[in-house]
């Protein structure tokens, strides 16, 4: 893999942004948003300045670094939200034995794809977006630590045997408000999934609320699997609910049109101080919690990390 790993250093964040935009369209629907939010939760960017620094623990402490961004530290595990989680020994397997590749970075991701859809025996739209994923860890996380690490998928066997057809029916499907749900106008509440391999990873919250306010309510124990929870507030993390700590970043798996437009002044603006999003759409996939209304329900992933580093993609 030393070899397939230098190949990979040659090249640039924009190749890697062309060539994920390029393919986007191949990928199958049930991973298509997943992938470009975990490109955005993983940013080369940022890997390639705490890389060059002189003292890493010092830029890490200017970037505001919190949780765990560090992908070689998560090489199996950052992309369980994938649906395409499931063929990672496969994907790993193809990429491990990887030989005779193309020289541009699209067709390497297609390459890999391919030879790992050989033995998942399943359709190449499926990987694609996975390969992409596991070329990029591997980038991040070099041979070494890319060749120790397991491979294993870390999603139930309940969940595991959903079909991409199951998943994405249950994604579209507004809560049920009742016979007379005409009725309840602000009164509806909206399931918030956090998890989709946790049938249990769930909050409500009502019509037009943030999604922050919804989180609040869940009162269970979070703190526990990740540090940066505050108790009483949730699954999601957050500090000051006006979009100024930017702690409470999440990719919208499904639904992002459902979620009130970006405030371009707020939101938008300080998406970028932070370094989360450099793009303008009216309901991209990455959002502050704090800021996004939700009306209807939509799936969401939160990611293991924040910190403030929008200077790095100026």
């Not at 390497?108 to 359709?123: E, G, K, L, P, Q």
């Not at 507030?233 to 930017?246: K, L, M, N, T, W």
């Not at 309901?283 to 209304?293: S, T």
Request: hydrophobic share 45%; aromatic share 10%.
């Amino acid at each position: 893999m030393e070899r397939l790993h230098a190949a990979l250093c040659r090249f640039s964040v924009d190749d890697w942004r062309h060539a994920v935009d390029t393919l986007s369209a191949e990928i199958h629907e049930i991973d298509r948003n997943a992938t470009r939010i975990w490109f955005s939760f993983f940013p080369l960017e940022l890997f390639l300045a705490l890389e060059a620094a002189d003292d890493r623990a010092a830029l890490e402490r200017t970037f505001g670094l919190m949780g765990r961004w560090r992908l070689a530290d998560q090489i199996d595990s950052s992309h369980r939200f994938l649906y395409a989680h499931r063929f990672w020994p496969q994907v790993k397997a193809a990429i491990a034995a990887a030989d005779g590749w193309p020289a541009a970075l699209a067709p390497m991701i297609s390459f890999v794809a391919n030879a790992a859809c050989r033995t998942a025996r399943v359709d190449r739209e499926r990987l694609l977006g996975m390969a992409a994923v596991g070329l990029m860890t591997l980038r991040q996380a070099g041979p070494a630590a890319f060749a120790a690490a397991p491979g294993t998928v870390q999603i139930s066997e309940r969940a595991r045997v959903m079909s991409p057809h199951q998943v994405l029916k249950k994604r579209a499907k507004d809560d049920w408000q009742g016979l007379f749900g005409f009725t309840r106008g602000i009164k509806k509440r909206w399931t918030v999934t956090f998890d989709e391999n946790d049938p249990d990873a769930t909050f409500t919250l009502i019509n037009g609320q943030e999604i922050t306010g919804g989180a609040q309510a869940d009162k269970r124990e979070y703190q526990s699997k990740d540090p940066r929870c505050i108790p009483n507030e949730g699954p999601i993390p957050v500090e000051c609910r006006a979009a100024s700590c930017g702690t409470c970043w999440v990719g919208v798996i499904a639904g992002a049109e459902k979620l009130s437009p970006v405030n371009s002044r707020e939101e938008g603006h300080r998406m970028k101080v932070f370094g989360y999003s450099n793009t303008d759409g009216e309901r991209p996939i990455v959002r502050l919690a704090c800021q996004a209304k939700a009306f209807g329900a939509v799936s969401i992933v939160i990611p293991p990390w924040n910190g403030i580093f929008g200077k790095l993609r100026t």
